[in-house]
């Protein structure tokens, strides 16, 4: 595959391609957004996403979208390459992210391997860049940056003070703008400072809901009636003990998270911080919107939004992400291709390795070798999620898969789900040792 990349990156420095029709693209990836569609139909709580919901009305909403890994930095470095976090293996196997590793330096210092903006770059693209996109920050790879934000921006921020877990929960300040309103205001300057002259690519990455988290009051407000969900009883009796070690990380102190926070009476106070985090991203993301909207390019302008993975808030004992259960796996992905890709919900699971191949298609009308996924205006890929030295896949029929290592023969290690008739992941149809 090297040799063909070579002529591929070649061909495109020296024989730029036209973009179709001029077409721009924004590009939005929320940091740690579950599938709140799913949250609300399994546990009747509303999340407040207005623009989101609009935003879905208007273009192509995948409704069992899934991650490519189960934290941030593999997934992000996966969106960004079209590569599978088994292919990349960036950040597969580190608890804490890390650039000094090989892989790191082989994905990310290899000219052979382009990332969706240096690709657009070298075909006639403006790309710009601001928030949380990369796992770290690169700005080599972008034409132009904007604000970086950081977890350490929120440290201290929290009221009531918050002493069980590091996942520090609060209200932001009214007196201070919010490192995510500072991201919003720079991608709305420039989509309304943009002269035309060249199509651009847009990346506006929010920082919220990652933790540490802070909203303004008034999130915090829609959110004052809100419930702590309770875990089935006994329900990891029937997974392997791979399961429940994922499902009791992180610890505190060598405490699990989980049990820090339901034990200190703070369940209801981090449910509450999580979903205002939510809904005042999904203000942020109105205020994008409505500059597109505004502009000169409300027509040719592609938006997509979606996150690199989902969330636990108490789902199977566990908090955070993490895990191979659904709800650590779904995410949102919403596509307005201004008709590029029929219009309407597509209930069939889709997989984030096709982000890149759908950018570069959608703006380019071109596929890149590199690229493992495809463009979803013509197909999709199999969904296969990775940790470790394990991989969880979902068929079209709804059987979920999760193999926590791929080196041991048997069910021993195993779960199997049938997600059509349990999709609280209640029942492991291969009981492990059996």
Same mark, same amino acid.
């Given at each position: 595959?090297?040799?063909?990349?070579?002529?591929?990156?070649?061909?495109?420095?020296?024989?730029?391609i036209?973009?179709?029709a001029?077409?721009?693209?924004v590009?939005?990836p929320?940091?740690?957004?579950?599938?709140?569609?799913?949250?609300?139909?399994?546990?009747?709580?509303?999340?407040?996403?207005?623009?989101?919901?609009?935003?879905?009305?208007?273009?192509?909403?995948?409704?069992?979208?899934?991650?490519?890994?189960?934290?941030?930095?593999?997934?992000?470095?996966?969106?960004?390459?079209?590569?599978?976090a088994a292919t990349?293996?960036?950040?597969?196997?580190?608890?804490?992210?890390?650039?000094?590793?090989?892989?790191?330096s082989?994905?990310f210092?290899?000219?052979?391997?382009?990332?969706?903006?240096?690709?657009?770059?070298?075909?006639?693209?403006?790309?710009?860049?601001?928030?949380?996109?990369?796992?770290?920050?690169?700005?080599?790879k972008?034409?132009?940056?904007?604000?970086?934000?950081?977890?350490q921006?929120?440290?201290?921020?929290?009221?009531?003070?918050?002493?069980?877990?590091?996942?520090?929960?609060?209200?932001?300040?009214?007196?201070?703008?919010?490192?995510d309103?500072?991201v919003?205001?720079?991608?709305?300057?420039?989509?309304?400072?943009?002269?035309?002259?060249?199509?651009?690519?847009?990346?506006?990455?929010f920082?919220?809901?990652?933790?540490?988290?802070?909203?303004?009051?008034?999130?915090?407000?829609?959110?004052?009636?809100?419930?702590?969900?309770?875990?089935l009883?006994?329900?990891?009796?029937?997974?392997?003990?791979q399961?429940?070690?994922y499902?009791?990380?992180p610890?505190?102190?060598?405490?699990?998270?989980?049990?820090?926070?339901?034990?200190?009476?703070?369940?209801?106070?981090?449910?509450?911080?999580?979903?205002?985090s939510?809904?005042?991203?999904?203000?942020?993301?109105?205020?994008?919107?409505?500059?597109?909207?505004?502009s000169?390019?409300a027509?040719n302008?592609?938006?997509?939004?979606?996150?690199?993975?989902?969330?636990?808030?108490?789902?199977?004992?566990?908090?955070r992400?993490?895990?191979?259960?659904?709800?650590?796996?779904?995410?949102?992905l919403?596509?307005?291709?201004?008709?590029?890709?029929?219009?309407?919900?597509?209930?069939l699971?889709?997989?984030?390795?096709? @982000?890149?191949?759908? &950018?570069?298609?959608?703006?380019? $009308?071109?596929?890149?070798?590199? !690229? #493992?996924?495809?463009? %979803?205006?013509?197909?999709?890929?199999?969904?296969?999620?990775?940790?470790?030295?394990?991989?969880?896949?979902?068929?079209?029929?709804?059987?979920?898969?999760?193999?926590?290592?791929?080196? @041991?023969?048997?069910? &021993?290690?195993?779960?199997?789900? $049938?997600?059509?008739?349990?999709? !609280? #992941?209640?029942?492991? %149809?291969?009981?492990?040792?059996?």
């Open positions: 595959m090297k040799y063909i990349m070579r002529f591929f990156i070649a061909f495109s420095v020296f024989l730029p036209t973009a179709t001029n077409t721009n693209v590009f939005i929320v940091d740690d957004l579950f599938d709140y569609n799913r949250f609300e139909e399994l546990y009747g709580q509303e999340v407040h996403t207005p623009n989101l919901d609009n935003l879905a009305q208007q273009g192509t909403s995948y409704t069992r979208a899934y991650t490519l890994a189960t934290w941030c930095q593999p997934a992000r470095a996966g969106i960004m390459y079209g590569l599978s990349h293996k960036v950040g597969l196997t580190e608890s804490r992210p890390r650039q000094d590793t090989p892989e790191y082989a994905l210092d290899n000219p052979q391997l382009r990332s969706i903006p240096e690709i657009l770059s070298d075909n006639g693209y403006i790309t710009a860049s601001a928030g949380k996109v990369f796992h770290f920050a690169r700005p080599d972008w034409d132009v940056n904007g604000p970086v934000v950081k977890m921006s929120f440290t201290g921020v929290h009221n009531p003070p918050e002493i069980v877990t590091f996942m520090q929960a609060g209200v932001w300040p009214e007196d201070q703008v919010h490192p309103q500072n919003a205001n720079w991608g709305v300057d420039f989509i309304e400072n943009h002269d035309g002259q060249q199509p651009f690519f847009l990346t506006l990455g920082f919220q809901p990652h933790v540490n988290r802070a909203s303004p009051q008034w999130a915090w407000d829609m959110y004052s009636n809100v419930t702590a969900i309770e875990p009883p006994g329900d990891w009796d029937d997974i392997p003990a399961g429940v070690e499902a009791r990380r610890y505190i102190f060598g405490v699990p998270e989980y049990d820090k926070i339901y034990a200190a009476g703070a369940k209801v106070h981090h449910t509450q911080g999580y979903l205002a939510v809904t005042y991203i999904d203000t942020l993301v109105g205020q994008v919107l409505a500059a597109v909207a505004a000169p390019y027509d302008t592609i938006v997509i939004v979606t996150s690199d993975h989902g969330y636990h808030l108490g789902e199977k004992f566990h908090w992400k993490h895990t191979y259960w659904e709800q650590s796996l779904r995410i949102p919403i596509i307005d291709s201004k008709g590029a890709i029929p219009d309407g919900e597509v209930a699971p889709v997989s984030l390795l096709d @982000i890149a191949p759908t &950018v570069v298609d959608l703006a380019l $009308n071109i596929s890149v070798p590199q !690229h #493992e996924g495809v463009s %979803l205006r013509t197909g999709r890929s199999p969904v296969k999620i990775h940790m470790d030295n394990g991989e969880a896949t979902v068929s079209d029929a709804g059987m979920k898969v999760i193999d926590y290592d791929q080196s @041991i023969t048997g069910d &021993v290690d195993r779960e199997v789900y $049938n997600l059509t008739s349990d999709e !609280h #992941e209640y029942t492991n %149809l291969v009981v492990p040792g059996c």
